[in-house]
């Protein structure tokens, strides 16, 4: 129940804001942990790995956050353009990022070094998506030149390629690549498809197509998806037997999804963010104000953190003894943590 207790759910924003909310399981409520304005443009991907949070976006750049004291660690610059998609092994070791010019990055989480850089990974297409193994050993990034590959991360090299105009329903569309539990299949999702992949069969066990287009999906078990759609629905989708279960979900775009033990979570392009049970039953929910472009789970995070709250200046004494008679009977839970900018470390590129 602890864990459950420190489940943060963080979201990159269209505004450039990375916004933090807390869920309590009891109360069902969910109230803002954090708010950082780091970003010069949109942010586009999110990810965290132990106490580290790692944010991508339309600016180049990656910022590094420590959630446990909640400070701004480094900024990461060895991309050029757009950055898609961040991954964390899952040792905590390394960061793993692909950017609209085609560049793959590996960086060492700690010392953040670049260890290693492929410029033209995708030929100079974009990479829309990163899927690390749960071994730590492999990664699977989907280009806009519809292609799938495959790294060895041991190696550091790239091991396959698979041309999925040969193999996809709609490969054109694809722009999303998931991992299932079980680690032998995987999904790739995208227009009005979920394809199921294998790696033992090493190509499609079968292809789900759908009513509405496909804007993300997550892996609940080894045989069961929720999928969110452009329309705002959600479903629940059986792999074995191709059944799709549909929720009204929405009113507006799904722009993430994710599962966390018993519970869904997804985000909308409108900026609510909500809480679901595996039956698609809403838990809670609450608006951020912003457009949400993405989502992550934080659930390593130290309790013994320092708010400060956000204050505006007074205008004069009077109105200063006021606010403060007034916010001592505010309740503490009102409080919102500020993440601070620390001394920016910047990663030199190395080519190798």
Same mark, same amino acid.
């Given at each position: 129940?602890?864990?459950?207790?420190?489940?943060?759910?963080i979201?990159g924003?269209?505004?450039?804001?990375?916004l933090?909310?807390k869920?309590n399981?009891?109360?069902?409520?969910?109230?803002q942990?954090?708010a950082i304005?780091?970003?010069s443009?949109?942010?586009?991907s999110?990810?965290?790995?132990?106490?580290?949070?790692?944010s991508? @976006?339309?600016?180049?750049?990656?910022?590094?956050?420590?959630l446990?004291?909640?400070?701004e660690h480094?900024v990461?610059?060895q991309h050029?353009a757009?950055?898609?998609?961040?991954?964390?092994t899952?040792?905590?070791t390394?960061?793993?990022?692909?950017s609209?010019?085609?560049?793959?990055?590996?960086?060492?989480?700690?010392? &953040?070094?670049?260890?290693k850089?492929?410029e033209?990974a995708?030929?100079?297409?974009?990479i829309? /998506?990163i899927?690390?193994?749960?071994?730590g050993k492999?990664?699977l990034?989907l @280009?806009?030149d519809?292609t799938?590959?495959? &790294?060895n991360?041991?190696?550091g090299r790239?091991a396959?390629i698979?041309?999925l105009n040969n193999?996809s329903?709609?490969?054109?569309s694809l722009?999303?690549?998931?991992?299932a539990?079980?680690?032998v299949r995987?999904?790739?999702a995208?227009?009005?498809? +979920?394809?199921?992949?294998?790696?033992?069969?090493?190509?499609?066990?079968?292809?789900i197509?759908?009513s509405?287009?496909?804007t993300?999906?997550?892996w609940l078990?080894?045989?069961?998806?929720?999928?969110?759609?452009?329309n705002?629905?959600?479903?629940?989708?059986?792999?074995?037997?191709?059944?799709? +279960?549909?929720?009204?979900g929405h009113?507006?775009?799904?722009k993430?999804?994710?599962?966390?033990?018993?519970?869904?979570?997804t985000?909308?392009?409108? @900026?609510?963010?909500?809480?679901?049970?595996?039956s698609?039953?809403?838990?809670?929910?609450?608006?951020?104000g912003?457009?949400i472009?993405?989502?992550?789970?934080? +659930?390593c995070?130290s309790?013994?953190?320092?708010?400060?709250?956000?204050?505006?200046e007074?205008? /004069?004494?009077s109105?200063?003894e006021?606010? /403060?008679?007034?916010k001592?009977?505010e309740?503490?839970? /009102?409080?919102?943590?500020?993440?601070i900018?620390?001394?920016?470390?910047?990663t030199?590129?190395?080519?190798?």
């Amino acid at each position: 129940m602890n864990k459950i207790a420190e489940l943060e759910i963080i979201v990159g924003t269209y505004e450039e804001y990375l916004l933090g909310y807390k869920y309590n399981p009891k109360s069902k409520e969910i109230k803002q942990t954090f708010a950082i304005h780091s970003h010069s443009s949109s942010i586009r991907s999110v990810c965290t790995s132990g106490n580290y949070l790692a944010s991508g @976006g339309a600016d180049d750049r990656i910022f590094i956050y420590d959630l446990k004291n909640r400070k701004e660690h480094c900024v990461l610059t060895q991309h050029n353009a757009t950055v898609n998609c961040i991954d964390f092994t899952p040792e905590h070791t390394h960061v793993i990022s692909g950017s609209a010019d085609g560049t793959l990055a590996v960086v060492r989480v700690g010392n &953040w070094q670049l260890e290693k850089i492929w410029e033209n990974a995708h030929k100079g297409s974009a990479i829309l /998506d990163i899927a690390v193994h749960s071994s730590g050993k492999l990664a699977l990034t989907l @280009g806009s030149d519809r292609t799938l590959y495959t &790294w060895n991360l041991v190696k550091g090299r790239q091991a396959y390629i698979i041309n999925l105009n040969n193999k996809s329903k709609d490969p054109k569309s694809l722009d999303c690549v998931r991992w299932a539990p079980c680690g032998v299949r995987f999904v790739l999702a995208g227009g009005k498809y +979920t394809e199921i992949w294998s790696i033992e069969k090493g190509g499609i066990l079968n292809a789900i197509e759908h009513s509405n287009k496909v804007t993300c999906c997550t892996w609940l078990s080894n045989n069961s998806l929720v999928v969110g759609y452009e329309n705002g629905k959600l479903a629940l989708v059986n792999t074995d037997n191709n059944k799709v +279960t549909l929720c009204d979900g929405h009113n507006s775009r799904v722009k993430a999804v994710v599962g966390y033990e018993d519970f869904i979570i997804t985000a909308t392009s409108s @900026g609510d963010v909500s809480i679901w049970d595996k039956s698609l039953n809403k838990l809670s929910e609450c608006n951020s104000g912003c457009r949400i472009t993405c989502l992550c789970i934080a +659930t390593c995070i130290s309790q013994d953190v320092k708010k400060e709250e956000i204050k505006s200046e007074p205008e /004069d004494e009077s109105e200063s003894e006021s606010n /403060d008679d007034q916010k001592d009977e505010e309740d503490e839970s /009102d409080e919102v943590e500020v993440i601070i900018p620390r001394k920016k470390v910047k990663t030199q590129k190395t080519h190798r």
